[in-house]
Structure formats: C-alpha cells, structure tokens
C-alpha cells in the first residue's frame, strides 16, 4: 500500500446480521480484506454468499452490525459522492431517452442538469459505445446496450469507485464476454477502483487484479487470490492454460466448499 | 424489455442469422388476403361498426315482427322519436348537470386520491390508522348511503359530488399506492446512494414508475364517476341523465328513457376514451407493449 494512495477500500471483521421475521439472519462473517487505488477486485461466490450485502456495506446502503468499513481510510457513515453502482439489471427509466438517463443522477440529486453535465454524457456515451443513440428510449435498445447505459449512468459523476453487481448476468453468454472485454477498455481508458461481484468463475478470472472467493451461510473470504495474468487481456487470455489452470484452482475451491 | 433490437455501432460482426426454410414462414406472410378480410377485418373499426348495425337491424325487426310493446323495449327508430320530445337545449342542460357533477367528483377524487397514496406508503403509522377506515368506506355501499349523505348535505350540487367522490376514489388510491411499491429496487437505492431529497424519490422515481397503475385506475374511476352522478340524481336531483331516465320511466315515456341511457353511454364513452387518450400522448412508454 503506497504512502500517496491508502486503500480505497478497507474491511476489517465486518459482520452482518439482519432481523428478519423468522429471526436474525448472519449474512457475513468476520470479513476481511483491502483493495487498493485503481485495483480490479473480482468477489466470487455463489448465490446467498453475501456479496451483494458486502457491496451495499461500501456503498453506504446499509451499516455493518459489527467491525469496520472504510472507503478511503474514513469510515463509511452513508453513501458517498466518490462511489458509483451498476445494478445487476440495467434499471433504467422507461420514459428517459438514454441521454436522460444517464445525467439522471445529477438531476435527481442537484434538481437540474447544465449544459457541461449533457456535455459530459455525450463524451461518457462515446466511451461505452452508444454514440448516436442519445434520443433512444431503452425500449429501443438491447439487453446488452441498456447495460452500457447502466455503466455510464455510473460512470457520470466520475467515481473513484465503481461497485458492479452482477452487471452482466442477465445478459446471454455471447454479449456477455463481450461486455467484459468492453469494460477493460473503459477501465483501462478511465482507471479506476473496481469491485466487481459474479458467480461467474471465467468472468472473475479474465477481468481481475484479484479474486476474493467466497463461502455461504454465513458468507466469508475463503481466499483471497492474486490473478496470475497479465495485462491488457484479450480474446487470446481465455484460452491461456495459466488462467484455465487458475480457473480450476478456484471452481475447486467453491465446489469443496459446496460438497 | 428486447434483447434484440438494433446493433451497437461498436459491435461490427454480427453472427448471420440462420436461413429458414420457406416452408415454415408464417401464415400471415401470405401476400394477398380475401377482399373480406381487407376491407372489413383489417381497417379499425368497421367490424364493430358493422356488428353494432346488425343488432340494431335485428332489435328493430324484432320489435316490429313480435309486436313488442315500446314500455317493454322500444325499437331503435321509436328510441330515435324519443330525442325530440326534449329540446336541444334541455339536452345540454341535463348532459351538462351529469358531466359537471361526475368530472368535479372526479377531480376531487384524484387530488385526495394521490396524496393519500403517497402518504400510506410512505408512512407505517398513516397507513394503519387510514387503510382499514378507506377499506369500511369502500365495502359501504354507496347507493345505500346516497340517501343519508342528501339529507344531510342538501339538494345542491355538494352532495351528488360527495356521493361520485366515495365510488371513484378507493381504485385510485389502492392502485396508485401499489404502483408507487412497484419500483425497482436498485432505483430506490441509486437514489438513496445519491443522498437525494425524499420528495424528489417519489416525484422523480415513484410517481412516474406508478404511472401505468394510475391510469389503470383513472380509466375505472372515470366510469364510476359517471355511475356515481347517475346514482346521486336518481336520490335528488332536478336536472341531469338519471334524472331524466327516472322520471320519464315514472311517465312511461321509455323512448325517451332509452334515449337518455344512449346519451349517457356516449358520455361514459367518451370520458374514457379521453382518459386513454392523455395517456397516449403524454405518457406512451406507459401502454402495455405489444405483442410479437
């Protein structure tokens, strides 16, 4: 950890418990780890594992009931400026072109959207690949590009951090791989701290820094793994016999737990 | 939501799309169709317009064959007849009587009926103090109160407003307090994430999303609105559609009932299809997607 960037994000012991009608349920336990400035951190788990919890925890959403949270080295109280989110769907408003929908934030959040904020979602747009569909609706659009839209809408007020849920699982597995490589691009054109959430074990292995694997019930770091690959990863990355080798390390891992 | 539609511009090679053997296309790929089909089925409208002709056709030849006396059911032309025993301009005093009263309720019922749905969902304590009291007034009759509310209201407009009021506002609140639950979550979230202002969540995110639910029930209550005027001149009333039907059945002038029944029909029609039409144009992203 360099002196000029402490972790963007810190977890220390952080466990949650919620109350729910059939008693308290421990969603995390006793989770720890750091990302660094400008890292890709891939959490890997499977269903229930409490990924999502961990990411609304960054986020501000909710507060952890015991250890601590830190983005920044300051602990997190409520949501911040400097965190974005892109939701598992796309989640967009039916009735917003897709320029709308991206300065969206801004207008719910100051009440009015300028001239330089449109500006900057012409530019974000570029970046994602949707030039030129600024007027369209996201009816009009495919899962795929309504997907686009959700990350530039994130990408807008320009995070430090980018929190991804599942973004790409409700997308076939063609569009898929393909919305992976496109996000390298945009991270690599704007780096930035990315914690991305999948269950998908080839999807952690090709974009991240680093894995953090995951175990269920309640949910808890069984490894936290270091990719062997080096960047920039390509189409020829998924044939790599280092990241198969990797991969079957870590499919290994969930299964042993799961058997 | 469309998972095909138009390609990215990003995305260059698209994988080809399968050829399909002609044998499987579809039936409606057909290049002609019977004239039948293209001059009455196709067009909007003239299949209904040809159906409603017919029962008019057979309802007057019925009448005419089985000497049906008009005080049972009156023939469409004897209906026809029954226009000019009022003048043109007793017309529009009773339609305006009935539509003045059903729009003021109608208006009313919406400006309480969206705040109130606002504030059951926002609000545990509103909402349990409120929602078993709208659901008594909503299983009270309200023919069955009609008479009270006269009697203690007067015979003025108030009353027929108040009656129209408690049958159109229940579907209003219950549907628009479902369509403001109805948002997706993440967009809940996105907004809290953005530590945005309260009423700016439900002007920006609830409200809009809870539009098709809203129009849903605006398109219900406008009916209802219609049957609560009816409802309320047939109690008390000196003017109006149910209170020309009532009185001119009490005269055994049904030619003249039937045709206020006509008019009050068109009324109800055409007050619902204005409803539709606002959300055409203002709100079409709201219209159920069509098939296909």
């Known amino acids: 950890m360099d002196a000029a960037h402490p972790a963007s994000i810190r977890f220390d012991g952080v466990g949650q418990v919620f109350e729910t009608d059939s008693g308290p349920l421990e969603a995390l336990r006793g989770v720890s780890f750091a990302v660094r400035h400008h890292e890709f951190v891939a959490v890997l788990g499977p269903s229930g594992c409490g990924k999502?919890?961990?990411?609304?925890?960054?986020?501000?959403?909710?507060?952890?009931?015991?250890?601590?949270?830190?983005?920044f080295g300051m602990p997190v109280t409520r949501p911040r400026d400097d965190v974005g989110i892109v939701f598992q769907k796309p989640t967009l408003l039916p009735w917003a072109s897709v320029e709308d929908n991206v300065v969206f934030p801004i207008r719910h959040k100051t009440g009015r959207v300028g001239r330089a904020d449109r500006d900057k979602a012409q530019e974000i747009l570029a970046t994602v690949g949707l030039r030129g569909f600024e007027t369209r609706l996201p009816d009009e659009l495919s899962g795929g590009m309504q997907q686009r839209v959700g990350i530039a809408r994130a990408l807008l007020m320009d995070p430090d951090i980018l929190l991804m849920d599942e973004p790409f699982s409700a997308l076939d597995a063609l569009t898929r791989e393909e919305m992976g490589f496109e996000l390298l691009r945009i991270w690599e054109a704007r780096p930035k701290t990315v914690l991305f959430i999948t269950h998908s074990i080839s999807e952690a292995v090709l974009l991240a820094d680093r894995v953090l694997v995951m175990g269920d019930r309640p949910g808890w770091i069984i490894e936290d793994a270091p990719v062997p690959l080096s960047r920039p990863r390509g189409i020829a990355t998924t044939t790599d016999k280092v990241m198969h080798d990797?991969?079957?390390?870590?499919?290994?891992?969930?299964?042993?737990?799961a058997a | 939501m469309t998972s095909q539609a138009t390609s990215a511009p990003s995305s260059s090679s698209a994988p080809p799309e399968p050829v399909r053997p002609a044998a499987t296309a579809a039936p409606s790929a057909r290049p002609t169709r019977s004239l039948f089909w293209r001059l009455v089925v196709r067009p909007p409208g003239v299949l209904p317009a040809l159906t409603f002709l017919a029962i008019l056709v057979i309802w007057e030849s019925s009448v005419a064959i089985f000497s049906i006396p008009s005080y049972v059911l009156p023939s469409p032309s004897r209906i026809a007849t029954g226009f000019d025993s009022l003048t043109t301009q007793r017309w529009f005093q009773h339609i305006w009587a009935t539509l003045q009263v059903a729009l003021i309720g109608y208006a009313i019922s919406i400006l309480v009926a969206l705040p109130l749905a606002i504030a059951l969902t926002r609000s545990e304590v509103v909402n349990k103090a409120l929602y078993p009291i709208l659901v008594v007034i909503q299983s009270t009759p309200v023919v069955a109160v009609a008479p009270i509310i006269i009697v203690v209201l007067g015979s003025g407009v108030a009353p027929r407003v108040v009656i129209t009021f408690l049958i159109t506002f229940f579907p209003l609140v219950v549907s628009t307090a479902t369509g403001?639950?109805?948002t997706p979550r993440e967009l809940i979230e996105l907004s809290k994430s953005l530590r945005a202002p309260v009423w700016r969540e439900i002007t920006q995110i609830r409200l809009p999303f809870a539009i098709p639910y809203i129009f849903a029930a605006l398109k219900i209550s406008i009916t209802l609105a219609v049957i609560g005027a009816v409802v309320a001149e047939f109690v008390a009333a000196e003017r109006g559609l149910g209170f020309l039907i009532q009185f001119s059945t009490s005269m055994f002038r049904l030619p003249e009932a039937w045709a206020g029944l006509g008019v009050l029909v068109l009324m109800s029609l055409i007050l619902f299809q204005s409803v539709s039409l606002v959300q055409r144009l203002f709100f079409p992203w709201s219209l159920p997607k069509k098939g296909g």
């Not at chain 1, 919890?53 to 949270?69: N, Y």
């Not at chain 1, 990797?246 to 737990?257: E, I, N, Y």
């Open chain 2, 180 to 182: 403001l639950l109805a």
């Open chain 1, 246 to 257: 990797f991969a079957g390390h870590l499919r290994t891992l969930l299964l042993k737990r």
């Open chain 1, 52 to 71: 999502s919890t961990l990411l609304r925890i960054i986020a501000g959403l909710i507060a952890p009931t015991s250890g601590a949270a830190e983005v």
